[in-house]
């Protein structure tokens, strides 16, 4: 089944682009509504506790779901990219599935750590957070809808985290689609602005949530996605 999907996805130009589209579309839509009811049940019936410093600006929710639809067309033109990459052997995908599938999934969750980490330390240079990054923090409280609400070029920058793996090695297709999924699902839980763990210091590994939502509430600190070692290595933890 998934076999026969993404070879109609990638067959042509404008297979790729429309697959993408309903795809991420799927995924935003489907990932915001389950996590928001999910919460709110958590935060009724289990204590579940926001984040202090609660600052939604009036609109920002619209403009959050705008920017991701905005964030969603570019990664569906990234897909042509990859359509054309394949088309001309640049790049692979293996159709089969076995037990790699797991130790693969780990790979490609480590390389987004590395990718996420660099793309965003890039983002905070003086230029970048003037010029491109500030359409992401100008969501200073996130909420569920800041997940993909990017400047064009940083969606863009981010979306470029499947390109190398497709390059260098034929990744099973199921490992390939686990990468965006995992991503939406640890990216709303780090603009959700609820703290799962609160009992927990701010450099507990599943403290991920809380990192996020400081780094918007600061605008600095914890570059990291969900482990916090590299901002641990490199200094840039905000360790509130
Ligand atoms: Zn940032
Ligand atoms: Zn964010």
Excluded at 4 to 15: D, G, N, Q
């Amino acid at each position: 089944m998934l076999e026969i999907i993404m070879r109609w996805t990638f067959e042509t130009w404008y297979h790729a682009f429309i697959a993408m589209f309903i795809f991420f579309n799927i995924l935003y839509w489907g990932i915001t509504f389950i996590g928001l009811y999910l919460f709110r049940y958590l935060e009724k019936y289990h204590g579940l506790h926001q984040v202090d410093n609660h600052f939604v600006r009036p609109g920002q929710q619209r403009k959050e779901i705008w920017q991701s639809m905005r964030s969603i067309f570019v990664f569906s033109l990234q897909g042509i990219a990859i359509q054309q990459g394949l088309a001309h052997g640049w790049f692979q995908i293996s159709y089969g599935f076995n037990w790699w599938f797991v130790p693969q999934v780990a790979l490609l969750f480590l390389w987004n750590e590395v990718h996420f980490y660099a793309v965003h330390s890039l983002l905070h240079t003086r230029f970048m957070i003037k010029q491109v990054h500030w359409v992401h923090h100008h969501s200073k409280e996130p909420t569920v809808y800041s997940t993909f609400s990017f400047h064009w070029i940083e969606a863009f920058l981010l979306g470029t985290v499947i390109l190398l793996p497709l390059l260098i090695y034929p990744f099973q297709a199921a490992a390939i689609i686990s990468l965006p999924v995992l991503s939406l699902i640890i990216n709303l839980l780090g603009h959700c602005n609820y703290d799962f763990f609160s009992k927990n210091k701010p450099d507990h590994v599943l403290k991920f949530s809380y990192r996020h939502s400081m780094h918007h509430k600061e605008g600095k600190g914890n570059l990291g996605f969900l482990l916090p070692w590299l901002d641990i290595l490199f200094k840039t933890d905000s360790r509130k």
